[in-house]
């Protein structure tokens, strides 16, 4: 099945009592039972829900999964899946990633006794030098969280694979549409499902999707337990945003090919991080495991001065200065004072994050709109 038809018809079962085409939203906390034990497969919203399961069908199919469990954010997503480990064991992950990431692995989860290695990932080596006999996961995002480096799921899954350390990969940024790590070698795929598959900036989500059943059967324990659901409303939103994923992503791949192109040829722009650019350091990598650039672009302008930098952020109107990505409409950001302020500073600028940089989230306006909109900002 391509995947257009594949995202209209996801976990979308006609309603068997009243034919409905859309699934219903079970606004319900709870479900009689005949007897003791004896149910229709629900017992209790927070372990199951019509409408949830419906969704976490969707997320299975349209990841090329065998299972696919929702939480009520990509945070409590993340949080259960590190919550697969014990006191001692070893993640190594991206030194470029999402702030919140950051934030939950060294804020929270080191306090428990959770080592988190951070190296360049763009180079499969360097993950491979610092393995250990306390590694027991591999965390990657790719393309990151804001400079839109790449790294090779495929060759980093020949490393993990045979040594049995977990590979879980963050695809917010590339979505089901464009990228599939799963068929890749990775073990755990994690969305902010908020982004793109929702689409429409109206609900917070995550996402898990694998193809293990004992591990399925740990993290839904895991969910169930400690209870990061989302509820059927928000569920419902998801599933519809994900009937127009596949429309959508083609319209942020073009405007953002566009932009990207305009943003390089503009003489007040000093850097364009893109990962659709034939000189990308991992260029040959992006062809190889994505279907598309993708609509997230970054860049620095000459006059990097905190004053310059503001002013552009504040001067964009259909471009929205706002947290967040992958709605239909374009949104700008600040990484450095706003997605990605967890993280120190001297972090930041030593993985390469400048205090200049800017963020964009191209949605599907007219790109011309856009282009002026920009231009205008940038002056």
Not at 252 to 269: D, M, Q, T
Request: negative net charge; charged residues 20%; glycine residues 8%.
């Amino acid at each position: 099945m391509k995947k257009a038809t594949k995202y209209i018809h996801a976990g979308a079962t006609p309603d068997p009592s009243t034919g409905a085409i859309m699934i219903p939203i079970y606004q319900t906390s709870t479900y009689v039972q005949e007897a003791p034990a004896q149910h229709k497969g629900y017992e209790y919203a927070r372990s199951q829900n019509p409408t949830r399961k419906a969704l976490e069908d969707a997320y299975a199919e349209i990841e090329n999964a065998n299972f696919g469990l929702a939480f009520g954010s990509g945070v409590a997503a993340t949080d259960a899946i590190i919550k697969l480990l014990q006191p001692g064991d070893e993640v190594i992950c991206a030194e470029d990633m999402y702030g919140g990431s950051y934030r939950i692995f060294t804020k929270v989860f080191a306090r428990f006794g959770i080592i988190f290695t951070m190296v360049d990932t763009t180079n499969a080596s360097n993950v491979e030098t610092v393995l250990s006999e306390k590694t027991k996961m591999v965390w990657l995002e790719t393309p990151t969280n804001p400079l839109m480096n790449i790294t090779d799921i495929e060759a980093i899954a020949k490393i993990t694979k045979p040594k049995n350390i977990l590979l879980v990969v963050d695809n917010t940024f590339a979505s089901p549409a464009l990228q599939n790590p799963l068929d890749l070698g990775a073990d755990i795929v994690m969305h902010s499902a908020t982004k793109y598959l929702g689409g429409h900036s109206d609900v917070i989500q995550g996402a898990i999707m694998l193809n293990d059943q004992k591990l399925r059967d740990e993290l839904y324990f895991i969910q169930k337990s400690c209870g990061a659901v989302p509820g059927p409303m928000d569920c419902f939103l998801v599933l519809r945003g994900i009937k127009t994923l596949g429309i959508r992503i083609k319209a942020h791949c073009e405007n953002g090919e566009k932009i990207a192109h305009w943003l390089r040829n503009n003489v007040k722009v000093a850097k364009v991080y893109w990962p659709g650019f034939e000189d990308h350091p991992n260029y040959a990598i992006v062809k190889k495991q994505m279907h598309g650039f993708g609509g997230m672009i970054s860049f620095e302008l000459k006059d990097d001065s905190p004053e310059n930098t503001k002013r552009v952020l504040s001067s964009t109107h259909l471009f929205s200065l706002a947290e967040s990505l992958g709605g239909v409409e374009s949104l700008i950001n600040h990484p450095a004072s706003m997605t990605h302020a967890s993280i120190p500073k001297e972090e930041r600028l030593k993985n390469g994050l400048k205090d200049c940089l800017i963020r964009l989230s191209v949605g599907i306006e007219d790109a011309d709109d856009l282009i002026e909109d920009l231009n205008k900002a940038i002056g």
